[in-house]
């Protein structure tokens, strides 16, 4: 009894199972082939839609193409604006034809307008000639009539008359040809004298214009003066191989700079610290990590960050930085949370930070060249009396490197003052700290 009931039970559940797999598969095979018919269908019907363009757009150039070789030129719009009004007739309104690309076309009352006033001109023009004739013709009857008359009265009077008309003539051809020889004599030193004017006028107009540019250049030169300036040129994104270069040109120029530094172990790196320091330059705090995501995530993150940054400059070079710059400056876009609450914590560490307010130019994503990353620098110098230059010593800023001497010289030739950062420096400073409570 045993066994039997347990056949019993045992057969419906091996049934049911197998139906489960046998359903779960043809929902797996409908899944799978329901898609690929659809594509299939969809393929082929984009196939034959893009059979219908191609004809339409191969149709439609033809047509073009014909009309152009007929006309014989595609670049004349007076020609091909014919050619289209013999085929579609003079009564037809053209307003405009995209398709030929030349340009709008005038409407239909705009030709016929033209025509009618091209007609009555003609008109005009022969009705004038008509008059003219007219009135010359009456004229020249009453002359002959009067001539045949003169003729049977008075001939030997007219024979006479004719040669002392004929002496005058002479006479007053001759004085003509004299002007005329008179007048061409005279008037090419005219001319002559005309040019010879105009090209000295033009000539002292030349001059007065470089005299003028030369004493605005001159003008300009003498405002550019920097004296009672203060410039504090800083270096972010460091220490790198250009931190040396740069290095090595201020020391030619006798000139102290500031570097905001972020985090290295390497050797060399360390050394590049240990260097700014020592040869009188501003050690600064640029993040260890420059992560946006890292540094700006929470105020632990922050914390975490900065910490690092400094135990590791107070370990390889004993000195404590004073002043910090935020990456991507106080008032930057990149953080998702509140600046605030970092300059908070900044100032319980009685930690100054610092912004800018004159660029060159090298971290702006533009090709600058280095003339004008010079100039960006000197016009932004001239209308302050404390300038905080942004440069970079980072990777890839050679050209902030290559620009630096010519820079320190039209800096120190206007009697700008060139000195490094400290925490006594005036604030310049995106997001101020008296807007933080």
Sequence with gaps: MDKSTYRINIIPEDIKERKRKTALIVILLLLTLIPTILCIILGIRLGKLNNQVEKLVYNNKYKFEQYANASGTTNSNSELLNFVKKILGKDSNIAYVDEFDIGRIPNHSEISDKDNVSSDQEGKTEKDNTYKDSDKEPDNKNNINKDKDNKSSDSKKSNNEDADTKDAKKDKSDIKEKDSDKDITQKPPEKTDNKDQKKEESNKDNKDKKDKEDISKE???????????KVYLTFDDGPTYNTDKILDILAEYNVKATFFVIGSTDEVDKERYRRIVNEGHTLGMHSYSHDYNKIYNSLEDFDKDFTKLMKLLYDTTG????????????????????????????????????????VNGD????????????????????????????????HGKEKTVASLPKLLEALISRGAEILPMDENVPLIQQIKVSSVD
């Design 219 to 229: 003008e300009k030169e003498s405002e550019a003066n920097f004296k009672n300036k």
């Design 363 to 394: 971290a702006e994503g533009v090709d600058y060249t280095e003339e004008e990353m010079i100039d960006k620098v000197l016009e932004g110098v001239a209308s302050k009396k404390t300038s905080i230059v942004l440069m970079h010593d980072g």
């Design 319 to 358: 000195y404590t930085p004073t002043i910090y710059r935020f990456p991507g400056g106080s008032l930057n876009h990149v953080s998702k949370s509140d600046m605030k609450i970092f300059i908070k914590y900044l100032i319980e560490k009685e930690m100054n930070y610092y912004d800018w307010n004159v």
